[in-house]
């Protein structure tokens, strides 16, 4: 019963990692380049305008797609490293 | 054939399909009802999803939108989108193996409180209520210019192809439903933007026409873009924002909201297994993309064509004569959706930015008095084939895919209300004895009066249609968003905290909307002008349901933090929510 509690425990922990990590990218993409730091990234021209602006239309998009499919991935492989899959 | 019978015949066409589907998928108990007997497969869910989440806003309006506002709007993009990562990592995956009907029944057994199952229930009803308005309004507008039928008409049809899938077939029919709308919506959306991609820049896929070159000038699509706007007075398309904590809070409350919203979360009670639901994020959020993906290049591609087709030799040559005006001009002019008013009587077509101060000396040494062409933005997407001179066949598919988008969501959302009244209001709160054939029954006639009252709401759209929709996804990021979240994560939250999270994300989001939009949008009852240099730090009424939600979480906490907490079995349930384990067998309740 311990060890199962602390196996879950272990297990949402990792989960919460790989969330946080996520989430950071999410930020960074959307936030970040699209946004906030746009006038940072001015520099750097993608088809006739700034790197910002593709984050903004497109960039954003693609990285929030990769994003799930890599926390499914990433979790399916969890779930069975800890026992935990149905 | 005439453009009037193309359009019956596809319009028909796919009617004839969703009852069909709906005949086949006729939903047999309260399991099939409410969550399609949960055995949907993921891929089929996403696309279900797609359609569900992607309303008559998304179809007709989004694109019109990113044109008028270049970078400044692609708040919607990334916001309608980024919610899908919150969905994904921190609610979908723990609600499915929660593994019961509805949002507020995992509010309700979580916080172990029927105060807090009604404060769901009822932030539920005003999200989905306010939502179905503009999809029942976008179904007329579709009706009315496609099908030469009135308005009123056209929203009564609709009502009636919903009533029969939706009360029929429940959360089973409309799931199929959505799958085959899904497929019309999507193929009507990229094949005229592929066309018009194709004529201006020669590439087929318009995600990669955007970023390449103008076939004509040889210059980048959108530095062209930015220069024939610029020579008009406008902003560059591309240009940066000032406001850029505004911008970040719209976005935010957008994407917190998507998350937040009932219809959608539901869609992903309906999948076998916890795995299943991390899946179908991914896939709903790629079959959105195919349209957000294709969206801002309609925008900028359609916003050139516009520029180009009033000023065939550019800005300083004479722009074009009103009776040469092309074909679609006249079309929509009669839908009065594009306006005409020759104010320095030379019979040509003046369009400009009269706003811009900077600009004025240039209109008048060009002899130019004011800005004569006005555009309703939402026509861009219906007006592309005709725009793009597309074979009849191509309109007709619009049609039928703008009412498809406009009916999807409007089923989801009647689900979502229904299952709320019949499930959480009369089997959970009021009569816990119903017996599985009176709570379909139930289930079937609160769906009938919700889908009564969308009609009559549709009929007489109250003035504020607009700013309902910011308040959908205000309400929603404000108030249960927060307590879903924290019910899964905090194993601390108690009930008190749960409620009192609510009720304050609820308040001050309603209070900040009321004081700049009018105090429940009466007109003119608004506090506060409802200008930027008014708003609370330059956050805009739309942009609160951030702030609210961070208002939520900071009660919820400190109300939790000194009082009781919760007792062992929802500690030991919240243990249960966060591993996949098991998830097959707690449907079975």
Redesign the interface.
């Known amino acids: 019963m311990t060890s199962d509690k602390a196996n879950?425990a272990a297990?949402?922990k990792a989960?919460?990692r790989l969330?946080t990590w996520?989430?950071i990218i999410?930020a960074l993409v959307?936030?970040g380049c699209?946004?906030?730091l746009?006038?940072m990234l001015a520099g750097i021209s993608?088809?006739?305008?700034?790197l910002?602006?593709?984050f903004?239309?497109?960039g954003?998009?693609?990285t929030?797609?990769g994003?799930?499919?890599h926390?499914?991935w990433k979790?399916?492989k969890l779930?069975k490293e800890f026992g935990?899959?149905? | 054939m005439s453009q009037f019978a193309i359009n019956m015949l596809f319009v028909g066409a796919s009617f004839a399909l969703y009852i069909g589907i709906a005949i086949w998928a006729r939903a047999g108990s309260t399991k099939e009802f409410y969550i399609a007997g949960g055995g949907v497969h993921p891929i089929t869910n996403g696309m279900a999803t797609a359609a569900d989440w992607m309303s008559a806003a998304s179809f007709i309006s989004m694109a019109g939108l990113i044109a008028a506002g270049g970078y400044a709007n692609s708040t919607y993009l990334m916001g309608w989108t980024g919610g899908y990562v919150l969905l994904a990592m921190l609610l979908a995956p723990y609600l499915r193996k929660f593994g019961k009907f509805t949002v507020p029944d995992f509010i309700g057994d979580r916080f172990y409180s029927r105060g807090a199952r009604l404060t769901a229930v009822i932030c539920l009803v005003i999200i989905s209520v306010t939502y179905v308005i503009g999809q029942m309004a976008g179904a007329g507008v579709a009706f009315s210019r496609f099908l030469e039928v009135s308005n009123s008409t056209g929203i009564w049809i609709a009502a009636a192809v919903v009533f029969a899938y939706a009360v029929f077939g429940g959360m089973k029919g409309i799931t199929y439903t959505q799958v085959a709308q899904y497929v019309v919506l999507i193929i009507a959306y990229t094949i005229p933007a592929i066309f018009i991609s194709l004529q201006l820049t020669g590439n087929p896929i318009p995600p990669l026409g955007l970023f390449g070159d103008h076939a004509e000038s040889g210059l980048p699509l959108l530095q062209k873009l930015d220069e024939v706007v610029r020579e008009l007075g406008f902003a560059a398309y591309t240009a940066d924002v000032d406001n850029k904590l505004n911008m970040v809070l719209f976005t935010l409350s957008l994407m917190i909201g998507t998350a937040g919203l009932p219809h959608v979360i539901i869609r992903f009670f309906t999948v076998p297994k916890v795995a299943d639901a991390r899946w179908s994020a991914g896939w709903t959020l790629i079959f959105i993309a195919l349209l957000y993906l294709t969206a801002p290049a309609v925008a900028s591609m359609a916003r050139l064509n516009l520029v180009t087709t009033i000023y065939p030799q550019g800005a300083e040559a004479p722009a074009l004569a009103y009776e040469e005006r092309p074909e679609w001009v006249k079309t929509w002019e009669t839908t009065g959706l594009i306006k005409w008013e020759d104010k320095n009587s030379d019979g040509r077509i003046q369009m400009y930015n009269d706003a811009a101060p900077a600009f004025t000396e240039t209109a008048q040494a060009r002899g130019w008095n004011g800005n004569e062409l006005t555009v309703n933005n939402d026509i861009l997407v219906l007006a592309n084939p005709e725009i793009a001179n597309l074979p009849g066949w191509v309109v007709g598919l619009i049609a039928a895919g703008a009412i498809a988008a406009a009916l999807s969501t409007a089923a989801g959302l009647l689900l979502a209300i229904s299952s709320a009244i019949s499930h959480d209001l009369i089997k959970t709160l009021i009569n816990p004895k119903i017996s599985e054939k009176n709570e379909m029954r139930a289930a079937r006639i609160s769906m009938a009066a919700a889908i009564l009252l969308a009609t009559y709401l549709g009929l007489n759209p109250p003035g504020f249609a607009a700013q309902v929709v910011a308040l959908a996804f205000g309400i929603a990021a404000a108030t249960l968003f927060p307590v879903l979240m924290m019910g899964i994560f905090s194993k601390r939250m108690n009930d008190k905290g749960a409620i009192c999270g609510m009720v304050a994300g609820l308040v001050v989001t309603l209070l900040y909307i009321f004081t700049y939009l009018g105090w429940f949008f009466i007109p003119g009852t608004n506090s506060l002008p409802n200008t930027p240099d008014q708003w609370f730090m330059g956050i805009s009424p739309a942009s609160f349901g951030s702030v609210g939600a961070l208002i939520n979480f900071a009660v919820a906490y400190g109300v939790s933090s000194v009082t009781a907490a919760p007792p062992q079995e929802i500690q030991d349930l919240v243990e249960s929510v966060r591993t996949p384990k098991g998830a097959g067998g707690a449907l079975n309740h």
């Open positions: 879950a297990y949402w989960n919460v969330i996520s989430l999410w959307s936030y699209a946004m906030l746009r006038p993608v088809g006739g305008t700034d910002g602006f593709w903004a239309q497109q954003s998009i693609i929030f797609i994003l799930i499919f926390y499914a979790m399916n779930d935990v899959e149905e």
